[in-house]
């Protein structure tokens, strides 16, 4: 809309609001704020942490341990999943904060006119139709039209991802123009970093653009994660094989065996608790956050536990450019004259890098002296610098003003010299309807010079003669027109350098002395290069290498959302491996699109550009509805919404904003893209000992419950004075196994490193189950094993005169024994575990077997325990035949592994 019809519609002028009006207005609009959201109490997030069947089982195994009087078992259980429950608390405690970092964005003041004169007032009492005043500096208290605007620029890279500071007018835009082109309005939350400016309020709170992430943000479904998908599945199919196997347990004691109701009650309840995996969620819980130490040393902060695991199933990686793949530092990369094409190596605003034409070694002071003239009165006309502060070098002005600081200091300029040297007598400053900065210099030679820098359009019409070495020849416009669009179709942007000598030098430059007579030098091509590290790591995840260069496939597509231009993002994109270089999708493309159409173009498509906050949540939503496990990479507002949805939110730790790292499950503490694929491997890794921790605990359980069913069947189950009725290991002595034995042995597999090829395989199915087929098969095979052998050993030591607890203290240590060699066995699932690194390859698994023995000892042999849990001290030769077995078991296990990776190579 023009300017006037502006101001009609929001019954204003450019005056600004009488005071009256103002107050009736914020009756009407209300206060200039975001609303709060009601988040979840402290109570209600700590009950949440039970919502979980495994805890259910956990709970019932509580209540039935109460029902038999073993009050100490009871709370043990209680106990562990308090601590379960405290530690999914605290390291959600954080997680509710994403709207109240976007309200504490806004900017606490703001000055207005009112009655025609300014007045400094609280941002919140903003109404529609104020009159704003703008300098370097504010932050924008609310969205405004702008009314006048003088070499004004606004940094919005928080709300559309632009990696530069945006021009400002006052012209109206088309209707549809994306956010980043709306050069005629200015946007709450943002800075303005130089100029002044004048604006009317169009929009205030949850009228803002930033007021409508706020809503999507509140209106965004965090999903569950694929674990703890596969834990509800499992513990669901657990549950109802438990129940019925109590029941059938039940049913033929009582029919087929005459055992009394109240015996078959208890021999069910055994069974429940021999069966139900007591120590696993403790197990689960543990390893995840093992995994959140090991990401923190890799600079991955993870702020919500079950996102740990996640990463190991990401499939695609929707990753933001500005600040992520790349620096967010504008860099020098072409150098170009009349007669060569220059390129400059080195990212970002370290003076590191070197100059090279035609792959060949180039130096400005010996090759070229207009290379030399161009970096050299690129330094002078410049108001940028450059500054290292503990090996980290920052730009205090414009981004690409402190790119061509950068490049001249690589050819070894000295800006302190050269200003010096070309002392400066006056200057133009940039403005945004001129579009180019000059400044009046003395030469050393006591001449004037002039040096004129901007946009190429407005410096070649200024040109009369180019330079090429010692010649000056006429300006050949269509050439630099040819190599404009050579080095923009690169996404680089540009800038044009021109010279004028002059004879006497004036006090003052004014307009009219930069209108002719100039001397083209060249161009430069800036570009936010790609970070190094980034290129690697995009290559290690996707799988795409350059020749003689080795990188493993993880087999995870990269995608870049931007909200920069589409050919810089194309362009950026190819660099990295990331798209053809050819294809993108434009934010215009999107609108077009229902979400059919997107699903299918979303797959096909990895770059995305001039994007909005919902663009991003519709990329997201798109790729999650293919069945793809999504992590979305940000540092902006703009990003929060798109992080809260995907599976997993990955936030930049030094330049990302409050909400967010808020909105996010990870945080990158060095924002280095190339700390994904570290957080993918330890992901990996964390899911793979969850599934050693499963394979190891299983078949305890499947082992005590089989020797509970098999008295039963067998019609074992005994009644005597002191111990009632009796099976072969009772209820407290499985909880010993399962809570004490089992759990610390399992606890040494949460810290396996990972296996060789956790990299060089394909992400798992989202919907892949917990326990496969050859899981449930080596949990089947190990639980008879150890049946047998307990149940064997109990038999025997019958059937030679032992009493009932002593039997039954041999068959626990044959079970417990069993389970320390199948905790070798367990190191590598598939791979062979005959190997010195098996064995002592992992001092948490010999530390784990160490403190298993104490305390196995102490069970059998101390007092208090014997008196606890009815047990008998055993002799030299009956520990000799519980060594033997363990180690039958371990070679059988072994066996087993060997016929099935033959069976696999054989396929």
Known sequence: MDISEVLDQLESSKDGLSRDNASDRLKRFGPNELPKAKGRSAIMRFLVQFNNVLIYLLLAAAVITGLLAEWLDMGVILAVVLVNALIGFIQEGKAEKSLDSIRDMLAPTAVV?????????PARELVPGDVILLQAGDKLPADIRLLKARDLQVEEAALTGESVPVEKNTEPVEKDSSLGDRSGMGFSSTMVTYGQGRGVVVGTGKDTEI??????????????????????RFGNVLSVAIIGMAAVTFAFGYFFQEFSPGEMFMAAVGLAVAAIPEGLPAIVTITLSIGVQRMARRNAIIRRLPAVETLGSVTVICTDKTGTLTRNEMTVQTLRTADRTVTVSGVGYAPKGKFHQDDAEFD???????????????????????????????AQGAPT????????????????????????VDSIPFSSENKFMATLHNDPDGDGLIILKGAPEKVLEACSDQRAGQDQSEIDAGFWDKEEERIASKGQRLLALAVRRIDTVPDQLSTDDVQDGFTML??????????????????????????????????????????????????IGLKLGIGDGETALSGKDLDTMDDDQLRERAAEVDVFARVTPEHKLRIVKALQANNKIVAMTGDGVNDAPALKRADVGVAMGRNGTEAAKDASDMVLADDNFASIANAVEEGRTVYDNIKKAILFILPTNGGQALVVIAAIFLGLGAADAVNGFSLPISPPQILWINMVTAVSLALALAFEPAERNVMRRAPRQSDEPLVSRFLLWRISFVSVLLTVGALGHYLYMLDNGATQGLAATVAINTLVFGQVCYLFNSRFIQESSLSRNAFLGSSAVLWSILVLAVLQLAFTYAPPMQFLFRTE???????????????????????????WRRTKTLH
């Open 873 to 899: 001290g055993l002799d030299a030769v009956t520990w000799l035949r519980i060594f033997i077995f363990g180690i039958i078991l371990f070679l059988l296990v072994e066996g087993e592994k060997y016929l």
């Open 211 to 232: 007021g409508r992430i706020s809503e999507m943000l509140s209106g965004v479904e965090t999903l569950t994660t694929p674990l703890l998908k596969q834990l509800g």
């Open 522 to 571: 060249g161009l430069f091509g800036i570009i936010d290069p790609p970070r190094e590290e980034a290129v690697e790591a995009a290559g290690k995840l996707i799988g795409e290498c350059e020749p003689m260069k080795e990188c493993d496939s993880a087999g995870i597509n990269v995608k870049m959302i931007t909200g920069d231009h589409v050919i810089t993002a194309k362009a």
């Open 113 to 121: 006119l009112r009655d025609g004169k300014k007045e400094e007032v």
């Open 364 to 394: 400005p002071h010996q090759d070229d002296q207009d290379v030399l003239e161009l970096l050299r009165f690129g330094l002078l006309c410049n108001e940028a610098e450059v500054s290292e502060d503990k090996d980290n070098w920052t």
């Open 401 to 424: 003003e402190a790119a061509l600081v950068t490049a001249a200091l690589k050819a070894g300029l000295e800006q302190k010299k050269e200003n010096e040297r070309y002392s400066r």
